[in-house]
């Protein structure tokens, strides 16, 4: 069964950059895979932010950008603002017919 | 504005059914894939089902294969979830969303419908 990866959690300073990753239990991430990225605060839906690999939801700020580190998936945050503490998630598209979801980062900012 | 309302949610013993629903508007429902999503208390998010605009695409998370049925009326904007053979470990919230590109861009996002699964 596949395991997509993510850290569990991760603390960035106001104005910080911090990258997040996601992976593969067995593998590397590659474009192949189309990842994604979403950001989810408590009690709300998720929030498209990054979707085939780079490309940036409407209306997301540049400050959000993803690409591909080595053999993982990665969403970086430049400047990072008191309101970028939240949840996020990452989805793989398998190749056919399933997406996985990353277990989740939960970033704060202090 | 695109909206997706989810319904049906509640309490249901194990073993038991349920039937979600999800009405959409703002946009051409016809033309565009939805999933469910669910999300455990506290839990992280996990895709369940996939279906495409004139659902002659049909796929399923293997935690649900064979209990869960999705589908879809067009003329009426509207998402189901049919849930049979309820399990403890179905209790989540229960989002729709449309795919706004395949294969990977889940674009809008229902405020969810909570599922519990308990005696």
């Known amino acids: 069964q596949t395991v997509v990866t993510q850290e569990p959690s991760f603390s960035v300073s106001p104005g910080g950059t911090v990258t997040l990753t996601c992976g593969l239990s067995s593998g590397s991430v590659s474009t192949s895979y189309y990842p994604s990225w979403y950001q989810q605060t408590p009690g709300q839906a998720p929030r498209t932010l990054i979707y085939?690999?780079?490309t940036r939801s409407s209306g997301v700020p540049d400050r959000f950008s993803g690409s591909i580190l080595g053999n993982k998936a990665a969403l970086t945050i430049t400047g990072a603002q008191a309101d970028d503490e939240s949840d996020y998630y990452c989805v793989l598209f398998m190749g056919t017919d399933s997406w996985v979801f990353g277990g989740g980062t939960k970033l704060t900012v202090l | 504005e695109v909206q997706l309302v989810e319904s049906g949610g509640g309490l249901v013993q194990p073993g038991g059914s349920l039937r979600l629903s999800c009405v959409a508007s703002?946009?051409?429902?016809?033309?565009?894939?939805m999933n469910w999503v669910r999300q455990a208390p506290g839990k992280g998010l996990e895709w369940v089902s996939y279906?495409?605009?004139?659902?002659?695409?049909?796929y399923y998370a293997d935690s649900v294969k064979g209990r869960f049925t999705i589908s879809r009326d067009n003329a009426k904007n509207s998402l189901y979830l049919q849930m049979n053979s309820l399990r403890d470990e179905d209790t989540a919230v229960y989002y729709c969303a449309r795919l706004g590109q395949w294969p990977n861009k889940f674009d809008y996002w229902g405020q969810g419908s909570l599922v519990t699964v308990s005696s």
């Open positions: 703002g946009f051409t429902f016809s033309t565009y894939s």
């Open positions: 085939s690999t780079n």
């Open positions: 279906i495409n605009g004139g659902s002659g695409s049909i």
